[in-house]
């Protein structure tokens, strides 16, 4: 269903490499490849017109196939290096395969948690506010203004501003970026040639439950019990 005659492109960047937990984007989930997960919530999104996968890597282009994704080309290796950014494959997959499209989205694979509904509601939201660009966040788990750096000698004397020193639940709320949904308007972010943040960028907020962001062992490990449990 189109949303205000705009016609949107889904984006999943899938590396082969990951240092970390190595080949992590297609590691088993329950039972399926991990980005198999944010294949199925784009393509049950009421509002996207095709999904797509961008990867350097053979068997994730077989397997996104296999899942109803979107991959014509395998990526140049000059995007697909440790150090390549996201922000140029974006803008080379938009010059090369986005004509056509009005809004990009895109989705992290590492993100199994993410829901249709916080795709869709982040649409709307980008509609409700003609808005150069949406970016999910989630609550801080913990208050930032009880962080800090610390002394070579691990010195605790200036770690607290004495005006922060106060109950958890007194404290203003804050929020992060959780890495889930990223949507920007096509024409505008080409012409800007870069990922940035305007008056025109707001925030769809999301649960901390369905931000969890894989990057370990133990954050797939902790995403995999979440995940069984919506699912039972």
Not at 57 to 76: F, M, T
């Amino acid at each position: 269903m189109m949303i205000n005659d705009k016609r949107i492109l889904a984006i999943i960047p899938a590396r082969g490499g990951s240092k970390r937990l190595p080949r992590k984007n297609i590691l088993p989930m329950i039972g399926k490849p991990l980005i198999s997960w944010s294949i199925d919530a784009a393509k049950s999104s009421k509002y996207i017109d095709t999904v797509f996968i961008s990867t350097d890597d053979e068997e994730i282009q077989s397997i996104s196939l296999k899942y109803g994704a979107n991959v014509p080309e395998l990526r140049p290796k000059k995007l697909a290096s440790d150090t390549a950014s996201t922000e140029s494959m974006l803008l080379y997959t938009l010059n090369k395969y986005g004509e056509n499209y009005d809004v990009v989205i895109l989705l992290q694979p590492t993100s199994p948690l993410r829901t249709v509904d916080d795709i869709d509601n982040a649409v709307e939201l980008f509609v409700e506010k003609h808005a150069f660009s949406v970016v999910s966040v989630t609550s801080c788990e913990h208050s930032p203004l009880w962080s800090n750096t610390l002394p070579i000698d691990s010195n605790m004397k200036d770690f607290i501003n004495n005006e922060n020193l106060r109950r958890s639940q007194d404290l203003d709320n804050f929020y992060r970026l959780n890495g889930a949904i990223y949507i920007f308007d096509i024409k505008k972010l080409q012409r800007y040639g870069k990922i940035c943040y305007t008056k025109e960028s707001y925030a769809c907020k999301m649960s901390n439950v369905n931000s969890v962001d894989i990057d370990t062992e133990l954050d797939f490990q902790v995403a995999e019990l979440l995940l069984s449990k919506k699912i039972c």
